[in-house]
């Protein structure tokens, strides 16, 4: 039996941007940035694959309310596209499985784009983790099965050139912004395809989640590296998440009203700007009300709640300070 005292793992809120390395799954990096933290309770705010590199957000206890958030929002990558070869995944990963002669140059290049920004349709790729009767479509693909997938709406907000090879070699680096669901694998196909060549991703790097960047991120091995008393350092505040969101500021009576979750109408003097211009109307998410972010005064985050017709309507409320 092993003499070593057990870790004391402790309470801990906030948000670290990891910058992920190649070769390491988001679950193995999220794993291994919890140990350091010594944390007790943490989630990522969606996958990265082992074969990209960048910005994974890391989510440590209350901080995980939130994380859907980020989930849903757009992110953006540097992309490199190898022209000419396809292979059976979609990036550097996969076998080739087509071999064509690229006869493009740049201008060619810069043709096509314009059909892939905007709202587009994408076939999502036979390796990836949307399931078919409760199972990975990139299990089917590894049994050599290929499935029907309908084409779904995806938003491609910017997509523009930021290195090019062309003619001389066959590949060109890109910048994309996207809403969710978006695959950049076959964005990087489809464009090969309409160039008459194929193409597959050989390098994927994620720059941004929302309005989150690289620039705060520290590296995994770095973070290893660090004092354990210099750790801490790197964790960003809850709200963090939630900064595209307007802010609703309680005084010290709302306050207790708000963490005992009930819906409080609002003085005017205390609703921002944003949010006089748009009550009333529902915007475009289905529950109705825009979602706020919401603090004590000019001080600690409470939650997050949604404000329609004047009613604020408590949503995640942080436990820590429920009374």
Known sequence: MSDRPRLQRRTLDGVLLLDKPLGVSSNDALVRAKFLLLAKKAGH?????????????????EATKFSQDLLEADKTYEATVRLGVRTATGDAEGEAVQTRPVECDRAALDAVLPAFRGEIAQIPPMYSALKRDGKPLYEYARAGEVLEREARPVTIHSLEIIDCGLPAVPEFRMRVRCSKGTYIRTLGEDIGERLGCGAHLSALRRTGVGAL??????????????QPSERDAWLQPVDVLLSTFAAVRLDP???QRFLQGQRIRLPQPLVPAPLLASDGDDGDDDLGGQRVRVYEGEGRLLGTARFLEGLLAPERVIASQAV
């Open 253 to 255: 009576e709302l306050t």
């Open 45 to 61: 705010t969606g996958t990265l694959d082992p074969l990209a590199s960048g910005l994974l957000p890391l989510c440590f206890g």
């Open 213 to 226: 960047t690289l620039d705060a991120a520290i590296g995994l091995g770095a973070l290893e590296q660090a």
